[in-house]
């Protein structure tokens, strides 16, 4: 084996170390730390680069499969029975992209061989070709299953097919064209090295896409949550308004009180049943709750009150006198202590008793900080840590993740950070502002 074949060999070896990584990290979390990520593939790629080098097939069989067993294993946070299934599919296809490579091979072989030509698949580096063919169906794979992460658009993703499409062709024809470089050094040369900027090109390209698809992604659901906060804004206004009237009403209930007894006294019955019901009219059944002196907090405050008692879950809050949210705009506010609030009453709903949602608002360092925490019970099963992280295992673990991520977004603006952990059995989300 000459220094060239080990290039290619070794280059072959990052392919297929970086085709495995990308499927399975396409469909599962991995469960070890970034830095410890690049220490695994690398020593995945040392192991297979030196079993392809002792140029054993059955060494190569056995060890193979062992080595990938071990490296997602290692990786992945997956239960064994869908590793076993994911990892099966994956070293199918990885076989049977060779195999079909050796029968059209052998086809072609039979077919030149009556014209004398001497063909260029004879030299080792064809397993370009092998890995190039395995990345091409593991990104079909990724792109037709409905559980993938990271997922095209149909339109789009046939636009980017036609890249390496083409390009696998123009390897196809090269090969199998009956040209002779075995004896041209150079060519040779020169030829591999293209081969190989053009699978890296190939791979590189289609990472773009899939980064520019998820942009459009983000964005599309960054619009939604705009308009969800535009809606919460309107809603929360209403609110307002009818609290007004309510206090209103409430100030005026003396004056309603005065004419009724005037009316009483004079016996007219049909002019109190008339002003009875003026006044029930503009009457709120709801108990009017004061949290605190912000207006929008209180109102978000009742809001979400009432949505925990309607599933059950005790909702207990307490904003300290003094604490300072003037600086905060009520839409970033809404969207701050709503998502919490959201996630916190859908958790604790889902235990079946004794049940609740504490908020706490309070100032620290002498006023400079404002502390929102809030902490909610939680079923066992419905949160997990994996590498540091706590991770939903709800169906909807995406959208309530989005929520999060805004809510650290907004923290930030205002010089403050959110964080969120699990003591006693307790999910604590605690957001922290500089005001």
Sequence with gaps: MDWLDRIILFFCCIVEVFVLYDFFSNFF??????????????????????????????LNLVLGPIVLWIFITLLFDIKWRIRLVYFVIAYIVMISVEFLYIILSNTTITLLAKTGL?????YFWQLLLIKFLNYIVFILLKQMSSKTKHRMTNKLFLIYLCVPVSTLGVMFTIFYSGVDVGGN??????MTLFFGFMIAGNILLFYAFQKYTENLSENSKQQLELLYQKAEVERLTKIAEWNDNYNEIVHDASHY??????????RKNDEICKVVDKLNGKLHTEEAHEYCNHKMLNIILKEYSVKAQSVGVVFDAYVEPGSVLEGIQDVD???MIGNLLDNAILAASKKQKDSSVIVRIFMEKEGRLCVIKIVNDFKKEEVKEIGGKLISTKKDAGIHGIGLKSVSRIAEQYGGYLE????????????????
Excluded at 33 to 47: A, E, P, R
Excluded at 420 to 435: S, T
């Design 257 to 266: 009180l005065k004419v009724i007894g005037q009316l009483a006294y004079e």
């Design 29 to 58: 979390e991995i469960k070890v730390k970034k830095k410890y990520v690049t220490l695994i593939c690398t020593g995945l790629l040392s192991i297979i680069y030196l079993i392809n080098m002792l140029q054993n097939n059955l």
């Design 185 to 190: 050094t150079v060519v040779k040369l020169l």
């Design 420 to 435: 969120h952990y699990v003591i006693d059995e307790k999910f604590n989300a605690v957001v922290i502002l500089a005001v």
């Design 118 to 122: 001497i063909l260029v698949s004879e």
């Design 333 to 335: 506010l809404i969207t």
